[in-house]
C-alpha cells in the first residue's frame, strides 16, 4: 500500500524561527493535505494542494505540491508558541482510492 | 470550517462492557464518515468508512463484531468498541465530509475520544 516518509520527526525551536517539514510518498498522490493536531483533539485541516507544483499560503504558513507528486512540504514562518503541536501530511491517490494516508507526524516545539 | 462533535471525549469502563462514541456533524450533511484510532506519538490509522444508510468498509485486520459502526442519518455515526479490553484503549476519532469532500479529501474531524478500558 501507500506509504508516507514524514521528516523530521520532531523539531525544537526558538520563537521567531521559521520551520520546515516534508512529507515524500512511494507513489503519485493527487491530493496532499496538511493538518495540525494539538493534544486531546482531532486534526484540523490547515491547507489543501490538488495540483502538482501548486504552492497555497495560509497566514505564516505555506505549503507546496512537488512536480513529481510524490512530495509535499510545509513552511511555517516567524514561529510563536502557540504554533506547538503535530503536524500530519496526509495523501489522497486518484481514481476511486479517496481515503486518506497519513504521515507519521512532525512535533514542533517552540521555547519563548 | 464544518464542525463534526465527538461524544463521549473520554471514557473509562471495565473489561468486558461495550462503549458507544457518537459522531455528529453539526452544520452539514456527511454522507461519508470515518474512523480512526490513534496510539500516543503515533499517526491516525483508519479503521472503517461508512456511508449513510449502508455497510461500513472496515480495513483489513480490523474486527468489525468488535467496532460495530452505524451510519444511521447523514448527520450521526457511532462506534460501539464490544466486550472492550485493555488492548482497545486508544484515541478513537471520527472525520465527516460531504460526497465531493470524499475526492478532494478535505476531511472534518472530531474533537475525538479517548477511551480507557480498566
Known amino acids: 500500500g501507500q506509504q508516507l516518509n514524514q521528516s523530521p520527526q520532531s523539531m525544537f525551536i526558538q520563537e521567531g524561527e521559521d520551520v520546515s517539514m516534508n512529507c515524500t510518498s512511494s507513489?503519485?498522490?493527487?491530493?496532499w493535505l496538511w493538518y495540525k493536531q494539538e493534544p486531546g483533539e482531532g486534526p484540523v485541516l490547515l491547507i489543501a494542494l490538488y495540483k502538482a507544483g501548486e504552492l497555497t499560503s495560509n497566514g505564516r504558513l505555506t505549503a507546496q505540491f512537488g512536480i513529481t507528486r510524490k512530495d509535499s512540504f510545509l513552511n511555517i514562518s516567524a514561529s510563536i508558541p502557540s504554533d506547538v503541536g503535530i503536524y500530519f501530511c496526509?495523501?489522497?491517490?486518484?481514481?476511486?482510492?479517496?481515503?486518506?494516508?497519513f504521515g507519521k507526524g512532525t512535533l514542533l516545539t517552540v521555547n519563548p | 470550517g464544518a464542525v463534526v462533535s465527538q461524544h463521549p471525549s473520554w471514557v473509562i469502563c471495565k473489561s468486558g462492557t461495550s462503549v458507544k462514541i457518537e459522531c455528529r456533524s453539526l452544520?452539514?450533511?456527511?454522507?461519508?464518515m470515518f474512523w480512526y484510532r490513534q496510539f500516543p506519538k503515533q499517526s491516525l490509522m483508519l479503521m472503517a468508512t461508512?456511508?449513510?444508510?449502508?455497510?461500513?468498509?472496515?480495513e483489513q485486520g480490523v474486527e468489525k463484531d468488535k467496532f460495530l459502526i452505524n451510519h444511521a442519518s447523514l448527520t450521526l455515526s457511532t462506534l460501539t468498541v464490544t466486550s472492550a479490553h485493555p488492548e482497545d484503549s486508544s484515541f478513537y476519532i471520527c472525520?465527516?465530509?460531504?460526497?465531493?469532500?470524499?475526492?478532494?479529501?478535505?476531511?472534518?474531524f472530531g474533537e475525538g475520544s479517548r477511551l480507557t478500558v480498566l
Open positions: 461508512s456511508n449513510e444508510g449502508s455497510k461500513a468498509t472496515y
Open positions: 507513489s503519485i498522490f493527487n491530493t
Open positions: 452544520d452539514f450533511q456527511a454522507t461519508t
Open positions: 496526509a495523501g489522497r491517490g486518484g481514481g476511486s482510492n479517496y481515503k486518506l494516508t
Open positions: 472525520s465527516a465530509t460531504t460526497g465531493w469532500g470524499a475526492y478532494t479529501g478535505e476531511l472534518f
